[in-house]
């Protein structure tokens, strides 16, 4: 079984302060991708790396970064956390291109920011 | 910019009745996923769709792929609580593996 594992379960943070959320994948996926979702507004995708130390800016990358320095791992980052990133993140892996990507979700961080 | 739309969003239907989930997209792919997800859960993995007319079973759970009509479709038979959830569709890219979700269909199933 692929087990993806998110750092944390629930988070509540304050205003301002640095968030690390963490991914660690155990099936050698090349893909990773962090997601947030909103009710209404579905999943949508942050950033995405195809490999260890590249990265790309998904759809709504703005106040978060990310970093990949080993192919298991893909942290998210909040530089400066605020009440609008206050959400359910997800991360995903999946295998590169050919027949598909399957991805693969963790179990969810369900960050609260005051 | 591959968009991504799902109808109903809400669905409330009796058991044993049965109902198709709509997923229409933008552009051109032929690489569609479906998923499952419970209320506080993770995304489960239901049906991947590789090819144009391919169509995958899985129990009462049924889906299609049109890639001409740019539509999936996910058919519900016999409805049983059980399958209360929200149900997304995923398109990917032709030109890359990033996968752009619809909204989601929540389906309450009631006795």
């Known amino acids: 079984d692929v087990k993806v594992t998110q750092s944390s379960r629930y988070l509540v943070k304050r205003t301002g302060e640095k968030v690390f959320l963490e991914c660690v994948q155990d099936m050698d996926h090349e893909n990773m991708f962090w997601y947030r979702q909103d009710p209404g507004l579905g999943l949508r995708l942050i950033y995405f790396?195809?490999?260890?130390?590249?990265?790309e800016k998904g759809d709504i990358p703005e106040g978060y970064s990310v970093s990949r320095e080993k192919k298991e791992r893909f942290s998210l980052i909040l530089e400066s956390a605020s009440t609008n990133q206050t959400s359910m993140y997800l991360c995903a892996t999946g295998w590169a291109g050919g027949f598909g990507t399957e991805a693969f979700f963790g179990q969810g961080t369900r960050l609260t920011v005051v | 910019e591959l968009k991504v739309e799902q109808n109903p969003l809400f669905l409330s239907m009796q058991e044993g009745k049965n109902y198709t989930i709509y997923c229409n997209y933008s552009t051109t792919s032929d690489r569609l996923y479906w998923y499952r997800q419970d209320p506080g859960k993770s995304l489960e993995s239901l049906f991947v769709l590789l090819s144009n007319g391919a169509v995958k079973q899985e129990g009462r759970l049924m889906a299609s792929l049109d890639t001409k009509a740019r539509l999936s479709t996910l058919h519900i038979t016999a409805a049983v609580h059980d399958l209360s959830a929200t149900y997304f569709c995923a398109v990917e890219e032709t030109s890359g593996s990033r996968l752009t979700f619809g909204e989601g269909t929540q389906l309450t199933v009631n006795p």
């Open positions: 790396s195809y490999d260890v130390k590249m990265k």
